[in-house]
């Protein structure tokens, strides 16, 4: 396995990053308190930096550093300034509005017209995007999906079906969906639909705690979608569905490991300040920067190859218990006073939990990781 | 006394939870197989009445040192979250039932005194520090 050196360019990147990190740790617990007051937060540099880095250059203007520029694509590139985003707060990374999911699968299966359309939509720095894949009662398991796209007539498709735990949900302006448009396995279809269609109905769920994301639950009625709204149909059978999904899904796993990381060290950023002689602290330190290598190792290897998501399993199941066992063991050194002192930490503590229900849990990643084994994708202590 | 009285109510929340938590994965599937014939979530189930019966016993030594309390406790959080896990992201809206293990964790980390955690910060500084602004 080899290991990332982040070299001149990244180094800036993630300089970049860490420099904005800070404001959005001051915001993140008016966010927490308030997911849906966002006036308040949309001046904040690193949503502006988000932004840049998510967008094709051909529909924004990508971040610029020296003579460096970052344009969306990269998960290399992301991951680097995920993690030092949400060692500022993760929640504030989850609420920046612009392309997210939904972006990621647009730019992979959209025509021209289409990323043309969705980018448009999102470019204004207030908007966001939901990606609605996941439907009540069936969680991962995504070829079990219910929600149906029926023709109606020649190019007019209508959309039914509910959607729920979806980031942006009750906010969104504009996103995908997954619906069906038959039985089999590759008639699964992603749709752009706009909030403001008719029959859309959204509502806000109160989660526990990552509240930037902002989830809710969709129920789609009726849903007029125009042929030409649905996505990949200049793309061969094999390739429009549930396939675009997964690539996004690769694409994401990492990103929650990020997210995971950035919390961790957040986590320990405070023990550092309030008790820097805290026993287990280098202990701690080295896992989760162990986590951060192997989250980005992860990055480069999808960046090489889209399908690769062996050490994106790896990486997320790591990070997510680094994260949680970062945030024990910070209330264990600060005392029983510590989440009263510091409301930051008992909001990571809640955070912390979201990532094991995002993108797949621990055990279905450690499914992914045996498959790789047994397929003999993967050999211990060498390349698969 | 206390912390006995803590643990067994925190068990008794556990138990009823994981009741709750069997009863759901009985009817739930996943590529057509009930999750709770699933070998992750059997062994996640069995852990938990591990820790369980443990917590049982051990809440039965009243005069028990307070670092073996504190890991008796972790333990107990640590099995909740276990708990948690099986209701996946539906557990995680706040009128879910299962928010009653988060609470549990937190009214142990807020009630049992930890005597080990002496030093304060460098500067001396007492009251409600700021760390959470900075700290890079």
């Not at chain 1, 994106?312 to 264990?332: D, M, N, Q």
Request: neutral net charge.
């Amino acid at each position: 396995v080899t290991v990332v050196e982040l070299d001149e360019r990244l180094r800036a990147l993630r300089g970049a990053a860490a420099e904005t990190a800070g404001e959005l740790r001051a915001h993140a617990s008016a966010l927490d308190a308030e997911p849906y007051e966002m006036k308040q937060h949309l001046g904040v540099a690193a949503f502006d930096l988000i932004r840049r880095c998510t967008t094709p250059p051909r529909f924004g203007d990508p971040l610029r550093l020296g003579r460096f520029s970052y344009a969306a694509g990269s998960s290399l590139d992301t991951l680097v300034w995920m993690v030092e985003l949400a060692r500022g707060d993760a929640g504030m990374v989850l609420a920046a509005p612009g392309p997210s999911l939904a972006g990621i699968l647009v730019d992979q299966l959209g025509d021209e017209r289409q990323q043309e359309f969705f980018h448009r939509a999102v470019a204004d720095g207030t908007t966001w995007a939901f990606f609605a894949v996941t439907e009540p009662g069936r969680g991962s398991d995504a070829s079990a999906m219910e929600s149906a796209l029926t023709a109606e007539a020649p190019g007019l498709y209508r959309l039914n079906g509910t959607k729920k735990y979806i980031g942006n949900g009750a906010r969104g302006a504009v996103g995908v969906v997954f619906a069906r448009t038959g039985g089999g396995p590759l008639s699964i279809r992603a749709a752009l639909v706009e909030a403001a269609a008719p029959g859309f109905r959204a509502r806000e769920l109160e989660t526990a705690g990552l509240r930037g994301a902002a989830l809710g639950e969709i129920a789609l009625a009726d849903v007029p979608v125009p042929e030409e709204r649905l996505l990949a149909g200049h793309l061969p059978p094999t390739r429009r569905g549930l396939w675009g999904a997964v690539r996004v899904f690769n694409t994401v796993r990492p990103q929650v490991a990020a997210l995971a990381v950035g919390t961790g060290l957040a986590c320990l950023d405070l023990v550092r300040t309030e008790r820097p002689n805290a026993p287990g602290l280098e202990a701690v330190a080295a896992r989760l920067e162990a986590c951060r290598a192997l989250t980005l190792e992860a990055g480069a290897a999808l960046d090489r190859d889209r399908d690769d998501g062996l050490r994106s399993s790896a990486a997320k199941i790591a990070a997510v218990a680094a994260a949680r066992e970062a945030g024990r063991w910070a209330v264990r050194s600060l005392g029983p006073a510590a989440q009263v002192d510091h409301p930051l930490l008992e909001k990571w503590l809640r955070d912390v939990s979201a990532f094991e229900f995002m993108e797949g849990t621990s055990d279905i990643q450690r499914l992914n990781v045996a498959r790789s084994v047994t397929r003999g994708r993967y050999r211990t202590g060498g390349q698969p | 006394v206390r912390a006995a009285a803590l643990t067994a109510v925190r068990t008794g929340v556990l138990g009823s939870l994981l009741d709750a938590a069997v009863e759901r994965l009985g009817t739930r599937t996943f590529g057509g197989l009930p999750l709770i014939e699933r070998q992750f979530v059997a062994g996640a189930l069995a852990d938990v009445v591990v820790e369980i019966e443990l917590a049982t016993g051990s809440a039965a030594q009243p005069d028990a040192p307070a670092e073996a309390v504190r890991a008796q406790h972790e333990r107990l959080t640590e099995a909740g979250w276990t708990v948690t896990r099986l209701f996946g992201a539906e557990g995680y809206v706040v009128d879910h039932p299962v928010r009653s293990l988060h609470l549990s964790a937190l009214t142990a980390d807020l009630w049992l005194a930890r005597p080990d955690v002496t030093e304060r910060r460098p500067n001396g500084t007492e009251g409600r520090p700021n760390g959470t602004e900075g700290g890079r």
